[in-house]
């Protein structure tokens, strides 16, 4: 059986892949991080456009049964030009799960989402969210410094506490708080110890990685029994790429393991 | 009389024009940040080379009297190049000064050079300070942190603190400790406040953007009285170079006045 085939512009999308192991353990999967022309967030949505369908073309030649696009950015601005390139692979990005979820899971319909400034900014959460339930109330809020924080291994402890707290204080403050939080960058779940130590009791935390996990389980039927292998792709830096995915992944990434490969060329 | 050309990746150079106008009151500027492209830090050497090559292609066709590279990572991979491409123009770089002041500023000549992660690996800092003193010590440290902090404007108090302490703590403790510490990336220059005060007592800092400064008034005369002029160009996004700029300018930049260029079709 083909493998499921992965992207992200670099390590963040392994958060994903993670999720889909868990979910997926006896599937082989093909995992693809952009990391020579990382991060997509501060890109034009032309440009991410150009560039996601440029790995999913990679992705798609060496043979995959479906695509999942573990990138926000990525998910925001190419979901409908990648399945138009690729009409017979589905294709699945981490929005839509996580706003599916945080709809579920939310009592309030009061929800707060955290992303990068470029997702933010796009508004794809807070429009997802709306056309699940036009009455939902969405409390946006940029993070970037839990991407620095993620990919500097820091997720435990004073530093990455102190800043959660900087930035979900505001949010989460008064009578008429969130009752839901949605992680809305695959950076974000190796900080979900520090971020629910400063969260209200209560507040529940959606990630978008486990959930993107779950949707697809619901397209895509698993492999049969036995244990899944992984091909590890990049477009630069194989070191860089074992050292901080290591953390993201939760198990040892070796940097002769990763094959590096030319988008452009290609 | 002529601009100074000033380039960066990003925001980050803003230092340098910043130390750069204070000792050139009276000169104009025209400032280019390649925001489409950064950071530059995680790209190969070819690429930076490729993309220094194209800003400065750009300033030379608007008229400058020089080129200031205010980027760590162009300035350790391209500055031989632009001197190729562009002799008759003077070119100067941030380390070179940096590393010449701190071997000034060194009493042990144990000196301490912190930047990013790519400016550390590839150890531009480190060899000019050796080509001025063999017998010269450094101690590297990345600290890749500094630069999401500078760019969030959480310059000052408790988690820039509690960051650079993690970060210097381990390069400024037993008896044979630097006497110097050289920020060696653009945006570090923002943090000296919380960088000072985490060092211990008697460490000099030397800040590259005012030594780079200093460098070039001995190469390149001042231009005659008056109050000059800066021009604006970026390559993307001039809301955020906007936003994100005023604090490393330390005065405010307004959107309107930010020229979105295109690099590769000029």
Not at 20 to 42: E, K, M, Q, W
């Amino acid at each position: 059986m083909n493998p499921i085939g992965v992207f992200d512009s670099g390590v963040g999308g392994l958060t994903v892949l993670r999720a889909l192991r868990a979910a997926y353990p006896s599937n082989d999967f093909i995992y693809l991080g952009d990391t020579a022309r990382l991060p997509y967030g501060t890109k034009s949505p032309a440009t991410v456009m150009r560039y996601s369908l440029q790995c999913a073309s990679l992705l798609v030649r060496r043979g995959i049964r479906c695509l999942v696009v573990a990138c926000n950015t990525a998910s925001a601005s190419a979901l409908q030009e990648l399945r138009l390139a690729h009409p017979s692979v589905p294709v699945i990005g981490v929005i839509d799960p996580g706003a599916e979820a945080a709809v579920a899971a939310s009592r309030s319909q009061h929800i707060a989402v955290i992303a990068t400034e470029g997702t933010i900014a796009g508004g794809a959460y807070q429009a997802a969210i709306r056309r699940l339930n036009s009455a939902a109330r969405v409390t946006a809020g940029a993070c970037s410094l839990f991407v620095a924080l993620a990919e500097e291994g820091w997720v435990d402890g004073e530093i990455p506490q102190a800043v959660a707290r900087r930035y979900l204080a505001p949010i989460f403050s008064g009578t008429d708080m969130p009752d839901t939080l949605v992680l809305g960058c695959t950076h974000f779940p190796v900080l979900a110890r520090s971020i629910a130590a400063v969260l209200p009791r209560g507040v529940k935390i959606v990630d978008s990685a486990a959930t993107t996990a779950a949707a697809l389980l619901r397209q895509v039927a698993p492999a049969a029994a036995g244990r899944g292998r992984v091909r590890w792709l990049a477009t630069d830096d194989a070191a860089r790429f074992a050292r901080v995915g290591t953390s993201f992944l939760g198990e040892t990434l070796h940097a002769a393991d990763i094959e590096i490969v030319d988008l452009i060329a290609a």
